[in-house]
């Protein structure tokens, strides 16, 4: 029995589901290979491979999946529709699986959430079973405990950022999808220049997921997107106690585009608004956020 | 959304004690005032929607409906009554939609808060007759779509066209509807027209609203009219309210080689539309959308590749506030000689 390779692109899904996903296939003994960190080369391919009016995240996320190609059996891409009617996610997020098929001429290892249509995630794990020539048993098994282990490591990360709000220093929230907040090439060039100026990120992705849907009724009541509900919420739960909120955006992303804009006249926060498309990326930003923080400073320092 | 308003317009005003105000007709000042206080990289269809809500309300309108489904919008509705109320606009804002799905109760309360004669028996009523005048308006539509580019006196579809609708807006009941449409069937059908056995077909899917809004697609259907070019089109409201959910299912077969999932609002309707159209040999399919509509642009790469399997040209138009008149004209123009030359060739290469 040959053993297959999984491949696992750096994008989008990773940053929702890498603790599961390694933990899953290490209790299953299947390699795994993860694409590198965001790097000129993979956006210069995705660019050129994608329709160029896709999202900025979709296309590095193409750009991981050809780096991919010949380093593995499979590519693993899930397709997550919704979590309830109430609870959507951006199109993107039901065509990437279909859209990559039609790009490469690839094998993909795929499972569906739609709890609407009651498609869980446990049921789409179990249809893998003939690919990955395990029994059904040793999968739900294996997921389980992923699945426990991964919630573990997430809550671990959330006492962590929570404590992090009662810091004495500037604190700010960064509010945006982890696959923009986390990527090498999107997010990390403003995490890193914050970092240097003294100033603690609060991320807006490591919060309870249950509480921050619940409390983003108070902006919004018609919202039906799950991750811009999560980001709202946590805006809502921070609020006594960050100085500023950075919105980080990727062009042109649809749910953030309406949502974000509607939170914006809403909230009296201070805040910035931060749209990252593919061209030149961090030396505009530089200025802005110099400013930014200024302001935050110069505020701190009146009360 | 182009001539929708009527049945619209008919429903309401026989449900609700309201007086009804005609859409204002969308100009490309309607389109500036929706780009001005739009989001910058919303879709399309945001900003035209809300420089209609606006200049209606500076026509003294004060109660405003906005509807949705689908994708993106859904939540228009929400973030357009921040916008208007932003500006100081005081006005009454009925959604429709809230969290994803129509919400028949919520609806109940708003229009009995509206009109405290609301009666729930009587709209439904008047909504069965509405439906089945959006089946007869799709249905002549088509057969006009069909012809319009081939009728010996100019303007002669669309006034009769014109005249049905308001004959349809004075509609007493269900029988009465049923004789106009029989009325104006037979007077549309007899319209002379000089159709050539061999024109050129065009098929043309797209992103929905900038596919029945006639100003947001610059006219694009009369424009092949005149050309000499027989159009097919699929989405109107018909079939996005009544023949999709059980057309879909068996679409989703046809195209399996291709997608395996519905790829949201549209885009598995439009990638089996093509196969559709590819599989009937048409001469070529023109795609049309709003620029930003995310499940279009997922569905683009695909129709290009079952496209150039089956060898059919296709032509992609993006739509937005800028996009001028002229330029789209020529690409046009550009696509109609393409096509034409290979119809010729390929008689040609028959022959032989």
Not at chain 2, 27 to 48: A, L, N
Not at chain 2, 294 to 304: D, H, L, S
């Amino acid at each position: 029995m040959d053993k297959i390779k999984i491949g696992i692109p750096r994008s989008l899904y990773y940053y929702y589901f890498k603790d599961l996903w390694q933990i899953f296939f290490e209790k299953l003994n299947i390699d795994i290979v993860i694409s590198p960190k965001t790097n000129k080369e993979i956006i210069d391919k995705g660019i050129s491979m994608s329709n160029d009016e896709m999202c900025m995240s979709l296309k590095i996320y193409i750009g991981h999946v050809s780096y991919l190609l010949d380093k593995c059996d499979y590519i693993l891409i899930p397709r997550i529709d919704n979590y309830g009617l109430e609870n959507q996610t951006c199109t993107n997020f039901l065509a990437t699986y279909d859209i990559i098929n039609n790009l490469f001429n690839k094998k993909i290892i795929n499972y569906n959430i739609d709890l609407f249509q009651n498609e869980t995630e446990l049921k789409g794990f179990l249809k893998l079973n003939k690919i990955l020539k395990r029994n059904k048993k040793q999968i739900k098994i294996a997921y389980e405990e992923a699945l426990k282990e991964s919630l573990n490591i997430k809550d671990k990360k959330m006492m962590k950022n929570i404590n992090n709000l009662k810091n004495k220093k500037i604190k700010i929230l960064l509010l945006g999808h982890p696959y923009n907040i986390y990527d090498e090439y999107i997010g990390d060039p403003i995490v890193n220049y914050l970092k240097n100026n003294n100033i603690e990120i609060i991320y807006s992705d490591l919060f309870d997921s249950k509480k921050c849907i619940n409390k983003s009724n108070i902006l919004t009541n018609s919202c039906y997107f799950k991750y811009n509900k999560e980001n709202i919420g946590s805006i809502l739960l921070s609020k006594k106690y960050i100085d500023g909120i950075i919105f980080l955006t990727t062009f042109p992303c649809g749910p953030d585009s309406l949502v974000n804009e509607l939170v914006m006249r809403k909230i009296n926060t201070p805040f910035i608004n931060l749209i990252i498309d593919d061209s030149n990326i961090l030396t505009g930003f530089e200025t802005r956020l110099e400013s930014f923080i200024d302001i935050l400073e110069r505020k701190k320092i009146h009360e | 959304m182009g001539n929708y308003y009527i049945p619209a317009k008919y429903l309401l005003s026989h449900i609700l004690d309201v007086n009804i105000l005609d859409p204002v007709k969308i100009t490309s000042k309607t389109i500036e005032i929706g780009t001005k206080y739009s989001p910058e990289f919303v879709c399309t269809p945001f900003k035209y929607t809300l420089g209609t809500l606006i200049e209606n309300i500076e026509k003294k309108s004060n109660i405003l409906i906005q509807a949705g489904g689908g994708c993106k919008y859904g939540y228009y509705a929400e973030l357009q009554e921040k916008i208007i109320k932003d500006l100081g606009y005081d006005v009454i804002f009925i959604n429709l939609v809230s969290q994803g799905k129509t919400d028949f109760k919520k609806i109940y309360h708003e229009f009995k808060k509206i009109d405290k004669n609301f009666n729930i028996w009587s709209s439904l009523y008047y909504l069965f007759i509405t439906t089945k005048m959006i089946r007869y308006m799709d249905k002549i539509d088509n057969y006009i779509r069909h012809n319009i580019g081939f009728e010996i006196d100019k303007n002669d579809f669309k006034n009769t066209n014109q005249e049905m609708l308001n004959a349809f807006l004075k509609t007493k009941g269900f029988f009465d509807l049923f004789k106009i449409y029989k009325k104006y069937n037979k007077k549309i059908k007899k319209i002379k027209v000089n159709k050539p056995k061999e024109c050129l077909k065009v098929g043309i899917i797209g992103e929905l609203y900038t596919i029945m809004e006639p100003f947001s697609n610059y006219f694009l259907e009369t424009e092949l009219a005149s050309m000499n070019i027989e159009i097919t089109r699929f989405t109107n409201v018909h079939y996005l309210l009544f023949e999709k959910k059980y057309k879909i299912k068996k679409e989703m077969k046809r195209i399996k080689k291709y997608i395996k999932y519905k790829m949201g609002a549209d885009a598995a309707d439009n990638i089996a539309h093509t196969k559709y159209l590819c599989d009937q040999k048409i001469d070529g399919i023109i795609h049309i959308k709003a620029s930003f509509c995310t499940p279009e642009i997922g569905a683009m790469p695909i129709i290009n590749k079952i496209a150039k399997e089956h060898d059919i040209p296709v032509l992609f138009f993006t739509f937005d506030a800028n996009t001028s008149e002229v330029g789209i004209k020529t690409r046009l123009e550009a696509f109609h000689d393409m096509i034409e030359r290979r119809k010729k060739n390929e008689k040609l290469l028959s022959r032989n």
